[in-house]
């Protein structure tokens, strides 16, 4: 198919693939980490009753659903844990989907269209019909998370080998750029609502927004990027060999003892790494002491902010570290300032002190995934040809982490009430991952 393609065509296509990062980005931005949890905290609760645990009262905020009574906020990490657990069964379908039917824009274009409509139902989230909502908000996630296995299974097809890396971060980078532009048109329609009931209008509207930013600016990916021809229809024998391929991978991998030790390691402290990173604007609107809700809220999405622009040069800074110091020793380092900040969050009450450990969240969250995903590339067998199961399984791994992670999350919320016990308790799960990596031999090696 590159051979077909010459040089100012190739360029249109590569240009219309890296678009939908722009156009799907500002579902985690927007949906998961800023607008949507300020919402849900405001917003979705019947009643409030004090919970006390080890002698410390707290009030927390419950729902009823399906007749149960949860905190609210260890309702919304069940709920993302939930719908994890089933991308973790879907990803190895997925994946083989993708890899053999030859159908990867239409399954792109499915999922595109489930994410975006789902972001746009949100509009209509109701704490009175609280089952149906969560539903739209669990299917616009499997939307998201869906699309990105079809969505990367363009770019060997679409870039030579050489072209790949500049390719992935030019998508990185529209995404970036594309979801903080629409977050800051968020922000500011929301703040220049005159009051409280019309701000909370103004934020269900953005979810509305969302919707129809990723469902109108990825159909400029699905008109340029060319399909190949298919190869077959999608059947049993399609899914059974991504199956099979996965299984493959991972004997390989328990056969390699410095590979098997790395992904426990990441499996370990990845859980409380996307944790925090999902939960952290719930934590702000719970613990942090606001002088209004609309302080809050734009308090709460300009720490958003101030994490995403932090974040690439936290990247950079540690890989600069880490060609220094090794991998080994530079992912320990990083791991070790989580553990502060898990801790240090316990104490923190004001706005300002937040925002340090905001920017600081930003500075190792970069930095982490990006020497996770380097780290691991560079333990794969130097012979292999399969990349992409590798990092399918690299990918399972890391949800399955989330999984657990939300799991537990959940039940330290639910059981004492407090987002400040269950982020300070993450501090656990990342000295376990220091111990596990510190038992590899060295990464480089």
Same mark, same amino acid.
């Given at each position: 198919m590159l051979e077909e393609i010459d040089k100012k065509e190739k360029k249109k296509i590569h240009n219309a693939w890296a678009f939908y990062d722009w156009a799907n980005s500002v579902y985690p931005l927007v949906i998961t980490t800023a607008v949507f949890p300020i919402f849900y905290n405001n917003n979705v609760y019947h009643f409030i009753e004090k919970v006390t645990y080890n002698g410390i009262t707290t009030e927390a905020k419950f729902v009823n659903f399906f007749g149960l009574k949860f905190v609210n906020t260890a309702l919304i990490s069940w709920v993302v844990g939930a719908y994890f657990l089933l991308l973790v069964l879907l990803l190895p379908v997925l994946s083989g989907i993708a890899d053999y039917s030859g159908r990867k824009k239409e399954f792109l274009r499915i999922f595109a269209y489930i994410g975006s409509i789902s972001c746009?139902?949100? @509009? *209509? *989230?109701d704490k009175n019909h609280l089952e149906w909502s969560m539903l739209a908000f669990a299917m616009a996630g499997i939307g998201f998370w869906g699309s990105l296995v079809f969505y990367n299974a363009f770019l060997p097809e679409i870039a030579s080998k050489e072209e790949q890396d500049k390719l992935s971060a030019k998508g990185f980078a529209l995404g970036y750029f594309g979801s903080s532009l629409l977050l800051i048109a968020c922000l500011a329609f929301i703040m220049t609502r005159a009051d409280d009931q019309a701000k909370g209008e103004a934020i269900r509207w953005t979810f509305v927004i969302t919707g129809i930013w990723w469902f109108a600016l990825s159909h400029i990916t699905f008109t340029i990027v060319p399909e190949r021809t298919r190869k077959s229809v999608v059947n049993k024998a399609i899914i059974n060999k991504g199956l099979r391929e996965l299984k493959k991978v991972w004997q390989e991998v328990k056969a390699s003892k410095t590979l098997i030790r790395y992904i426990r390691a990441f499996f370990t402290y990845s859980m409380a790494v996307q944790t925090i990173m999902m939960m952290a604007?719930?934590?702000?609107?719970?613990?942090? #002491?606001?002088s209004s809700e609309s302080a809050g809220t734009v308090g709460l999405i300009v720490s958003v902010l101030l994490i995403q622009l932090i974040a690439i040069p936290g990247a950079i800074g540690l890989s600069k570290i880490a060609a220094k110091i090794g991998n080994k020793k530079a992912l320990i380092l990083v791991l070790s300032l989580w553990v502060v900040l898990s801790i240090g969050a316990y104490f923190i009450h004001t706005p300002m002190g937040f925002y340090v450990v905001a920017g600081f969240v930003g500075l190792v969250m970069g930095g982490t995934q990006s020497l996770s995903r380097s780290t691991y590339s560079k333990l794969l067998p130097k012979d #292999?040809?399969? #990349? %992409? %199961? @590798?990092f399918s399984l690299y990918d399972i791994t890391e949800k399955i982490g989330i999984v657990i992670g939300m799991l537990l999350y959940g039940m330290v919320i639910q059981i004492t009430g407090s987002t400040r016990l269950a982020i300070a308790g993450l501090a656990i799960i990342f000295i376990m991952g220091i111990i596990l990596l510190a038992r590899m031999p060295k990464l480089e090696d």
């Open positions: 746009m139902l949100l @509009y *209509f *989230f604007v719930y934590f702000g609107m719970n613990e942090i #002491t606001w #292999t040809k399969d #990349t %992409s %199961s @590798y």
